[in-house]
């Protein structure tokens, strides 16, 4: 069986390593010297002021919203995972959905400016499999509408624009650092914020609120993280590179196998690094990817249909809103297994069983 995804573990010994320290020092959680490590380590590969390591991603989000204490409607991608959407309704914010570009996959930024009110205050848009947004067009918009902007980096570790971390943008970038996703701490999330001020807000707000042991003077949560994960993001950190360079031979192989096959992948952003989060194909149409999905999962290779269905369109809790693209380019994205312990063998048997596929049913190809 070939999953669509399996997490990194590194071995029990170097974890056992780390963990040694925290029976030494009996230290468990709340910033804790292994977190402290962890987010000064990462400050400087993001290159931003402040890193906030927190509980998860879907909880970065909601700090960042808080933090920047956004109310009213937040802009944002009906192209992304759940979590985008639920932390601006968990924060007491409606999300307004722009449509997306047919080729990136990312907010179109044309569909912005129409669609600020006088509730607007921020833009919270993915960088979707890790391929920057056009951050200029929407820094330029916030900038002319005085609003705060807000990138869902989960997908985006270590990517860099124009020679800088993606990180750097907005008013926060957030980061999951789930077990599925290319860097991971098992559970955790990232704050990065430029603004010193902001991020100890948010330093507040993930610590219950405390300003001192007796006194609350703005609404928190438990947004903490504990030493264990500390631990797997350190010993994690250090396998990176690795981790980068093996998806990197097996995409490579991917797109050299499948080069006849009829689904294109999105277009990167041309001033940017690639990270190899995921591997999405845009089928030429929906049929075709549902089938081959079906054909594929009869031959043991799961794949996954990520994102669908829009976000705009899914939520029985929100109003649904058809967007052209959105709705045409989400029924036809599937993404192939990419993980660090599949093997290019296994890369050749699942583009083989494509190509087989597409062979036996040109007549769907269209
Ligand atoms: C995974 C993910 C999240 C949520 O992160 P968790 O750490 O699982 O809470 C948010 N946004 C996107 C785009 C994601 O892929």
């Given at each position: 069986?070939?999953?669509?995804?399996k997490?990194?573990?590194p071995?029990k010994?170097?974890?056992?390593?780390?963990t040694?320290?925290i029976?030494?020092?009996g230290?468990?959680?709340?910033?804790?010297?292994?977190?402290?490590?962890?987010?000064?380590?990462l400050?400087?590969?993001?290159?931003?002021?402040n890193?906030?390591?927190?509980?998860?991603?879907t909880m970065?989000?909601?700090?960042?919203?808080?933090?920047?204490?956004?109310?009213?409607?937040?802009?944002?991608?009906?192209?992304?995972?759940?979590?985008?959407?639920?932390?601006?309704i968990?924060?007491?914010?409606?999300?307004?959905?722009?449509?997306?570009?047919?080729?990136?996959?990312?907010?179109?930024?044309?569909t912005?400016?129409?669609?600020?009110?006088?509730?607007?205050?921020?833009?919270?848009?993915?960088?979707?499999?890790?391929?920057?947004?056009?951050?200029?067009?929407?820094?330029?918009?916030?900038?002319?509408?005085?609003?705060k902007?807000?990138?869902?980096?989960a997908?985006?570790?270590?990517?860099?624009?124009?020679?800088?971390?993606?990180?750097?943008?907005?008013?926060?970038s957030?980061?999951?650092?789930?077990?599925s996703?290319?860097?991971?701490?098992?559970?955790?999330?990232?704050?990065?914020?430029?603004?010193?001020?902001?991020a100890?807000?948010?330093?507040?707000?993930?610590?219950?609120?405390?300003?001192?042991p007796?006194?609350?003077?703005e609404?928190?949560?438990?947004?903490?993280?504990?030493?264990f994960?500390?631990?797997?993001?350190?010993i994690?950190?250090?396998?990176?590179?690795?981790?980068?360079?093996?998806r990197?031979?097996?995409?490579d192989?991917?797109?050299?196998?499948?080069?006849?096959?009829?689904?294109?992948?999105p277009?990167?952003?041309?001033?940017?690094?690639?990270?190899?989060s995921y591997?999405?194909l845009?089928?030429?149409?929906?049929?075709f990817?549902?089938?081959?999905?079906?054909?594929?999962?009869e031959?043991?290779?799961?794949?996954?249909?990520?994102?669908?269905?829009?976000?705009?369109?899914?939520?029985?809790f929100?109003?649904?809103?058809?967007?052209?693209?959105?709705?045409?380019?989400?029924?036809?994205?599937?993404?192939?297994p990419?993980?660090?312990?599949?093997?290019?063998?296994?890369?050749?048997?699942?583009?083989?069983?494509?190509?087989?596929?597409?062979?036996n049913?040109?007549?769907?190809?269209?």
């Open positions: 069986m070939i999953p669509v995804n997490p990194f573990l071995s010994k170097e974890y056992d390593k780390f040694e320290g029976w030494n020092n230290w468990l959680t709340n910033s804790g010297p292994l977190s402290i490590e962890l987010e000064d380590k400050k400087v590969r993001l290159g931003v002021n890193v906030l390591f927190v509980s998860n991603g970065a989000l909601q700090l960042a919203i808080a933090g920047l204490e956004l109310t009213g409607e937040i802009i944002t991608t009906p192209f992304s995972f759940i979590a985008t959407t639920t932390s601006i968990w924060q007491n914010c409606t999300p307004v959905f722009g449509d997306i570009e047919a080729d990136t996959l990312n907010i179109d930024t044309s912005i400016e129409e669609l600020i009110t006088a509730k607007t205050t921020g833009i919270l848009v993915t960088h979707v499999y890790g391929n920057p947004c056009d951050v200029h067009s929407i820094e330029a918009i916030a900038k002319k509408y005085n609003l902007v807000i990138y869902d980096g997908h985006a570790f270590d990517v860099q624009l124009n020679n800088e971390p993606i990180f750097k943008h907005g008013n926060i957030i980061c999951s650092l789930h077990a996703k290319l860097y991971h701490s098992v559970e955790g999330g990232l704050v990065a914020c430029n603004d010193n001020k902001i100890a807000k948010i330093t507040r707000i993930r610590n219950f609120g405390f300003t001192s007796e006194s609350f003077n609404l928190g949560i438990n947004g903490k993280n504990s030493e994960h500390a631990a797997m993001g350190l994690n950190y250090s396998h990176i590179e690795k981790l980068i360079s093996k990197k031979l097996l995409s192989k991917y797109d050299e196998l499948l080069v006849s096959f009829a689904a294109r992948k277009v990167w952003n041309k001033s940017a690094t690639k990270n190899y591997y999405p845009i089928f030429c149409n929906e049929e990817m549902l089938k081959c999905m079906k054909f594929l999962q031959n043991d290779v799961f794949t996954r249909r990520y994102f669908y269905p829009s976000l705009a369109s899914a939520l029985k929100l109003p649904t809103k058809s967007l052209a693209i959105t709705d045409k380019v989400s029924k036809k994205v599937l993404c192939l990419l993980f660090y312990e599949l093997t290019v063998d296994e890369v050749k048997k699942i583009s083989d069983l494509m190509n087989k596929f597409q062979r049913n040109l007549n769907l190809v269209k």
